[in-house]
């Protein structure tokens, strides 16, 4: 289970508008017509119009109060589509959108949800901060400019989103004929977190405290900067930065069946 203790709504509102603010610039950068290495079928223009009509779609659940599942596509969420000349503003203006109507939200506000969270503002303030991110990443990589940095409690916190929300879930791909352990390590002082991940026929259980005991007998082992572990558990970079100890195929594995492209 999560440390839910560990995820502050503002620090996630604020992460939000900085990632939109980081994917704006990216985006003005690169051109709309850029190729986004990640998303290999997506041209910029692409990626903003994913992204800005999830900011809009993530709005109306917030804003409206939507407590069941708004079934809809994003081509009716968003109305009109912008023309590749407005592609960065209006990327910004969905963002702010959305941060702001977290900021306004009550803390006991009541929408629809898709991953467990003490409450649907937790859970929408931290889904939308690492959904931002990890597509200014991808903007990133299309405009050739370099990687921001992460903060590593940030970073920490998303790969804690993956490995304790998503991959759990039933729908995951990931699984194993053969049982086997594969245990996570964040390197920084600043975020001194482990996650052990049980992956099993019927699908994946995720421990996000294991002992030193428990993670010594994973059959694999991979630890590195929180940063580092981000963008390798999404599948942004690869894992030439990570320390990786005992099979490798256990990692293999997770990296082929966790495909989250987009996010």
């Known amino acids: 289970m999560t440390h839910w203790s560990l995820v502050d709504v503002a620090e996630h509102i604020a992460a939000l508008r900085a990632e939109g603010e980081l994917m704006a610039g990216a985006v003005a950068g690169a051109g709309p ?16 119009r994913h992204i800005g009509g999830v900011h809009r779609w993530a709005t109306g659940y917030v804003a409206g109060g939507r407590t069941e599942v708004w079934d809809v596509g994003l081509d009716e969420v968003v109305g009109t589509w912008p023309d590749d000349t407005e ?5 910004r203006r969905g963002c702010t959108g959305l941060a702001d109507a ?11 949800t898709f991953l467990r969270a ?12 690492h959904e931002t991110a990890v597509h200014r990443v991808d903007a990133e990589l299309a405009a050739g400019t370099g990687l921001s940095p992460f903060a590593a409690p940030f970073a920490a916190d998303g790969v804690d989103e993956l490995l304790s929300c998503f991959v759990p879930r039933r729908s995951t791909a990931l699984r194993s004929e053969t049982p086997a352990s594969l245990a996570v390590r964040c390197t920084d002082a600043a975020a001194d977190r482990a996650w052990l991940l049980r992956i099993e026929s019927d699908g994946v259980r995720t421990d996000a405290a294991p002992d030193a005991d428990a993670q010594a ?5 991979v630890r590195g900067a929180a940063g580092d572990l981000y963008l390798a558990l999404w599948n942004r970079t690869g894992a030439e930065a990570l320390v990786v100890e005992g099979d490798r195929g256990v990692l ?3 990296l082929d069946q966790v495909q989250v492209r987009w996010a």
């Open 33 to 48: 017509g850029a190729a986004v290495p990640t998303c290999p079928e997506w041209a910029v223009r692409d990626l903003v």
């Open 87 to 91: 592609l960065a503003d209006w990327l």
């Open 102 to 112: 977290l900021a306004a939200a009550p803390p006991d506000l009541a929408c629809w």
């Open 118 to 129: 003490p409450s649907p503002l937790a859970m929408w303030a931290r889904r939308q901060a």
């Open 217 to 221: 007998r994973a059959d694999c082992s």
């Open 252 to 254: 293999g594995l997770f």
